[in-house]
């Protein structure tokens, strides 16, 4: 072994008077192609790799509302209109798959369209869908008078439905919405009854006072649109 590092050592003397002896031009150009050699030979480290992989890895930045918008989660998403306040939020975790049934208005349906293509433009983590095969659904929308949809569904009291013209029922495995197309004569007041049914089946199931331009507005509107507060509570329930 001592031989051996004292060859290597000799070697290296006699490269290095060498490496003095040409000229300035020809030194840089050694100099250059060893600079060459060491960065390939850096870039091409499994541990450089590793690292080079973890700092282009893309990184889910932590979104932040406002005082306002989280004052309003808390009072639309916590609880219902009927059931009171409550500690805990609820959202679908499965992909949401709608069925129609009763007197499809083609306005109806193609407003059905929108508010599905805004909803899912908003949300990251499920998909909905309007489905033809009632089998495959896990929401289900009537569209007709109250007096069909509690004999289609007896298990939603009567009594909620006499005064409502739009009303939704959350239950383990899939939710109910009714929109009264007889007593509500004006069709953007069905459009808006669908969209705010709709969106509340997700889980923002209060109403306030709050927001007149808000979905959630608990006395009678007929807005088609969500506000923007209302496209935040959405991200805010589902997204964070």
Same mark, same amino acid.
């Given at each position: 072994? +001592?031989?051996?590092?004292?060859?290597?050592?000799?070697?290296?003397?006699?490269?290095?008077?060498?490496?003095?002896?040409?000229?300035?031009?020809?030194?840089?150009?050694?100099? +250059?192609?060893?600079?060459?050699?060491?960065?390939?030979?850096?870039?091409? *480290?499994?541990?450089?790799?590793?690292?080079?992989?973890?700092?282009?890895?893309?990184?889910?930045?932590?979104?932040?509302? *406002?005082?306002?918008?989280? /004052? $309003?989660?808390?009072?639309?998403?916590?609880?219902?209109?009927?059931?009171?306040? *409550?500690?805990?939020?609820?959202?679908? #975790?499965?992909?949401?798959?709608? !069925?129609?049934? +009763?007197?499809?208005?083609?306005?109806?349906?193609?407003?059905? @369209?929108? %508010?599905? +293509?805004?909803?899912?433009?908003?949300?990251?983590?499920?998909?909905?869908?309007?489905?033809?095969?009632?089998?495959?659904?896990? /929401?289900?929308?009537?569209?007709?008078? !109250?007096? #069909?949809? @509690?004999?289609?569904?007896?298990?939603? *009291?009567?009594?909620?439905?006499?005064?409502?013209?739009? $009303?939704?029922?959350?239950?383990?495995?899939?939710?109910?919405?009714?929109?009264?197309?007889?007593?509500? /004569?004006?069709i953007d007041a069905q459009k808006h009854l669908l969209r705010e049914e709709l969106t509340?089946?997700?889980?923002?199931?209060?109403?306030?006072?709050? !927001?007149?331009?808000?979905?959630?507005?608990?006395?009678? /509107?007929? #807005? #088609?649109?969500?506000?923007?507060?209302?496209?935040?509570? %959405?991200?805010?329930?589902?997204?964070?």
């Amino acid at each position: 072994m +001592g031989k051996f590092l004292n060859r290597v050592f000799g070697i290296s003397i006699v490269l290095f008077i060498l490496f003095c002896l040409l000229d300035k031009s020809d030194q840089d150009k050694i100099v +250059g192609k060893l600079g060459v050699i060491f960065n390939s030979i850096e870039n091409n *480290s499994p541990n450089n790799s590793l690292v080079n992989n973890v700092d282009h890895q893309p990184i889910k930045k932590e979104k932040h509302y *406002s005082k306002e918008v989280n /004052t $309003y989660f808390n009072e639309i998403a916590l609880g219902s209109e009927f059931d009171g306040k *409550s500690h805990n939020v609820f959202k679908r #975790t499965e992909d949401v798959k709608i !069925y129609v049934h +009763g007197h499809k208005k083609d306005y109806l349906m193609t407003e059905l @369209d929108r %508010i599905v +293509g805004e909803l899912n433009d908003i949300i990251e983590t499920i998909n909905i869908e309007i489905v033809s095969n009632k089998s495959e659904a896990n /929401t289900f929308i009537y569209l007709g008078d !109250y007096k #069909t949809f @509690d004999k289609l569904y007896p298990q939603v *009291s009567e009594e909620l439905l006499v005064h409502n013209w739009g $009303y939704f029922e959350i239950y383990r495995d899939y939710s109910l919405i009714y929109v009264d197309i007889f007593r509500t /004569t004006k069709i953007d007041a069905q459009k808006h009854l669908l969209r705010e049914e709709l969106t509340q089946s997700l889980g923002l199931c209060n109403d306030s006072y709050r !927001y007149p331009e808000s979905i959630f507005y608990q006395g009678w /509107t007929t #807005t #088609t649109e969500f506000a923007p507060i209302d496209r935040e509570l %959405i991200d805010m329930l589902y997204n964070n």
